[in-house]
Structures are given as C-alpha cells and as structure tokens.
C-alpha cells in the first residue's frame, strides 16, 4: 500500500467540461507530485508541493490546468475547459526523505 | 541538465530467461538511483534503490549495480516470470531534492 488514495478512477467527461481530479496522501510526508501519463509524451511531472506549498510548475501544460493543496493530506488537480488532449492517465505520488516516491493507482481520464 | 536514458522496448523473454535492461545517466552531482516498475493498470511502485557508487540495491530477484565509472545503472534478473511483465523506468534524484527524472521506460513481455 503506498499511502495515496486517488479519486476518481475512470473520469469520461466531454469535451469543455471541468474536471478534478482528488489525492488524499497519508499525512507525514513532506512532498506531493502530480504526473501525466500518455503513451505519446510518457510520464511527466506537471507540479510538485513542498509542505503544501507550490514549489515547480513548470509541467503544467497551460491555464486550464491548475492545482491546490489546501492541507498535508489533499491536493487537486482541475482541468477547466477539459479537451480531448487531456485524456491520460492521471497519478499522484507522495515524496519521503531519500527521494522514494510512492505511487497512487491513478485516475484514468477520457475527454470525448 | 540531469538525464536518464534507457534501452528501447519491448524487451521479450521466455519464462526463466536471463533478463538484462540498460539504464544510463548523465548528472552533475552524485544522485541516487531507482528502479520503478507498472504493472497493467496500476501505478509506478519502487522495486529498488541506490544511494551511493558501487551500493547494489535488490527486491524481489532482481538487482542492480550503481556504477559511477560507467555511469550506470542496469537492472538484471536471473530468471524472469511470467509475473515479471511490466514497464520498468529508471530513474535518479538528489538527497533533499525530491525531484525523480525518470527514464522513458522499458516493457518486459515475458512468455510461458
């Protein structure tokens, strides 16, 4: 068990609708990441948090994308308008000292 | 800037095989080392980590090597399952940097 609950797990939407996307990590961890997982573009980091704050988010891939950590154990992803280059697969991975991350199973997105 | 490269895939393997995937990095400093591994379905799950030149971290059968001098990091199993098929992805991070730069990733299809 890696400690990252993920909702929800298949998401189908149409095309201009707003998504969110929820991560809830164990609490106790410093660091929250949000990848991307295609298998045109593979895995890619969009923002990570330190201590719930925005450290780098640079993968974001424009201002429909945006992303909030309000407390250690929630974070969001929203995609406002959604657009059928959005569909992927959507992870959360928590950090722990070291380097390691752990993984959550993932939100499987579908933009019609 | 910090890069990992990674043999092309899919790799193939009868069950019981030799299993060998080449992992490379380029870094300024001195990162450690991971393997991850995605079973269908699922999200990325550490399988192994290497911390310093010429630690070998293992799991589950497989293992793998921190080569400074030759800058590398290949993952070997001396006999693969069917179990075993998965993507595997290599990949590097500094202490007190959480950031993973990760490999494209390798597929291992292993057949009975």
């Known amino acids: 068990d890696a400690g990252v609950i993920q909702s929800p797990r298949h998401e189908v939407t149409e095309m201009g609708q707003e998504v969110t996307l929820r991560c809830k990590p164990i609490?106790?961890?410093?660091?929250l990441f949000w990848y991307r997982q295609t298998m045109m573009r593979g895995l890619e980091l969009l923002i990570y948090?330190?201590?719930?704050?925005?450290?780098?988010d640079s993968g974001m891939p424009e201002d429909r994308f945006s992303a909030k950590m309000p407390n250690a154990s929630f974070s969001t992803l929203k995609i406002q308008p959604s657009e059928p280059r959005d569909s992927a697969v959507y992870f959360c991975?928590?950090?722990?000292?070291?380097?390691?991350?752990?993984f959550g199973p993932g939100t499987r997105l579908l933009v019609l | 800037g910090d890069s990992v490269t990674q043999m092309e895939g899919p790799v193939t393997l009868s069950e019981e095989a030799f299993l060998t995937i080449n992992c490379t990095y380029t870094?300024?400093?001195?990162?450690?080392l991971f393997w991850y591994v995605q079973y269908p379905g699922e999200g990325l799950q550490l399988l192994l980590k290497?911390?310093?030149?010429?630690d070998k971290g293992s799991n589950k059968g497989f293992e793998a090597t921190y080569r400074k001098e030759t800058t590398s990091f290949h993952l070997e199993k001396g006999s693969v399952q069917v179990s075993d098929s998965a993507v595997y992805f290599c990949?590097?991070?500094?202490?007190?940097?959480?950031?993973?730069?990760f490999g494209t990733g390798t597929r291992l299809l292993v057949s009975p």
């Open positions: 991975a928590r950090g722990s000292p070291g380097g390691t991350q752990y």
């Open positions: 609490s106790g961890h410093d660091y």
């Open positions: 948090f330190n201590n719930n704050v925005p450290i780098d």
């Open positions: 870094a300024t400093g001195y990162p450690s």
């Open positions: 290497a911390t310093k030149a010429d």
């Open positions: 990949a590097l991070a500094y202490t007190g940097f959480q950031k993973l730069v």
